[in-house]
């Protein structure tokens, strides 16, 4: 009686890349199809700040010119009131990509310092609550973010300046979210504004300068981690859902309350796993 030998068997599997957004784009017929297509997907989504279709189609025509996914813009640009801004996460992160170290010197609600070197260069940037008062962003508004997050918004103001000073590439003329907030709020100066005739008319409804999907991404979106696993485990919303898919009502709440919303969620990210 004879025994076979055991024999082990490698197959070698073909190696297939997944594709690219450069694949993806090479293979659209009509690109102009593609950007209405796509536009209506971005507009409608919510994700993108989008409060009509044009704005849309626009985006997905710089994805298409770039060879850029939707998503992959969105991690470092936002849509606010019309306006293309960059994060000023995306501003630090595009000036350590350049060689800048950043050390935080102070980082408060009266001043962000901060030193950035590189080689042997080193500059120092600060913006201080003086600073934002001479600006007129303070005394802050009730509810705006400089009431409720005044050291980010120093924080934000310091990346966008540095970045400006020493590597202007990386905005590329824009702003921070925060800084077209201030400047949708900011009054024009008496002398600019030209003596008219006004003619009655009938009243009619106010406008919210803001979606509330949009008044949540300014307020949420740095926070969007640990305020979605608490809205999960709240039920009002479900498993890969965020917080922009809460209802009008849990919105509006979070809007008239966001800072009390966002210690609520800090707090359940701070209990035992066990008591939650």
């Given at each position: 009686?004879?025994?076979?030998?055991?024999?082990?068997?490698?197959?070698?599997?073909?190696?297939?890349?997944?594709?690219?957004?450069?694949?993806?784009?090479?293979?659209?017929?009509s690109?102009?199809?593609?950007?209405?297509?796509m536009g209506?997907?971005?507009?409608?989504?919510?994700?993108?700040?989008?409060?009509?279709?044009?704005?849309?189609?626009?985006l997905?025509?710089?994805?298409?010119?770039?060879?850029?996914?939707?998503?992959?813009?969105?991690t470092?640009?936002?849509?606010i009131?019309?306006?293309?801004?960059?994060?000023?996460?995306?501003?630090?992160?595009?000036?350590?990509?350049?060689?800048?170290?950043?050390?935080?010197?102070?980082?408060?609600?009266?001043?962000?310092?901060?030193?950035?070197?590189?080689?042997?260069?080193?500059?120092?940037?600060?913006f201080?609550?003086?600073?934002?008062?001479?600006?007129?962003?303070?005394?802050a508004k009730?509810?705006?973010?400089w009431?409720?997050?005044?050291?980010?918004?120093?924080?934000?103001?310091?990346?966008?300046?540095?970045?400006?000073?020493?590597?202007?590439?990386?905005t590329?003329?824009r702003?921070?979210?925060?800084?077209?907030?201030?400047?949708?709020n900011?009054?024009?100066?008496?002398?600019?504004?030209?003596?008219?005739?006004?003619?009655?008319?009938?009243?009619?409804?106010?406008?919210?300068?803001?979606?509330?999907?949009e008044?949540?991404?300014?307020?949420?979106?740095?926070?969007?981690?640990?305020?979605?696993?608490?809205?999960?485990?709240?039920?009002?919303?479900?498993e890969?859902?965020?917080f922009?898919?809460?209802?009008?009502?849990?919105?509006?709440?979070?809007v008239?309350?966001a800072?009390?919303?966002?210690?609520?969620?800090?707090?359940?990210?701070?209990?035992?796993?066990?008591?939650?």
């Open positions: 009686m004879s025994t076979n030998p055991d024999y082990t068997v490698t197959v070698q599997q073909p190696t297939v890349s997944p594709p690219d957004s450069t694949t993806f784009y090479d293979r659209i017929n690109p102009l199809d593609a950007v209405k297509t209506d997907w971005i507009a409608h989504s919510g994700m993108f700040g989008c409060v009509k279709p044009e704005q849309g189609y626009v997905a025509l710089e994805c298409l010119a770039n060879r850029q996914t939707p998503l992959a813009w969105k470092q640009n936002h849509l009131n019309g306006n293309i801004t960059m994060k000023s996460e995306a501003m630090l992160a595009g000036m350590m990509n350049a060689g800048w170290d950043i050390d935080w010197i102070q980082f408060d609600a009266t001043a962000a310092i901060a030193d950035l070197s590189k080689g042997t260069k080193k500059v120092r940037v600060e201080t609550a003086a600073d934002a008062k001479l600006a007129g962003m303070l005394p009730p509810g705006s973010g009431a409720k997050f005044p050291a980010e918004m120093l924080r934000a103001r310091v990346i966008s300046k540095a970045t400006r000073m020493l590597d202007p590439r990386i590329q003329g702003y921070t979210p925060e800084e077209v907030a201030d400047f949708s900011s009054p024009l100066p008496a002398q600019s504004i030209p003596a008219v005739t006004v003619q009655p008319v009938a009243p009619s409804a106010p406008v919210n300068q803001y979606s509330l999907v008044k949540l991404e300014f307020l949420l979106e740095e926070h969007a981690d640990i305020a979605n696993k608490f809205l999960i485990y709240k039920n009002l919303i479900n890969g859902q965020n922009r898919d809460v209802s009008s009502k849990v919105a509006s709440m979070i008239g309350d800072e009390g919303f966002i210690k609520k969620a800090y707090s359940f990210a701070a209990e035992p796993k066990g008591a939650q």
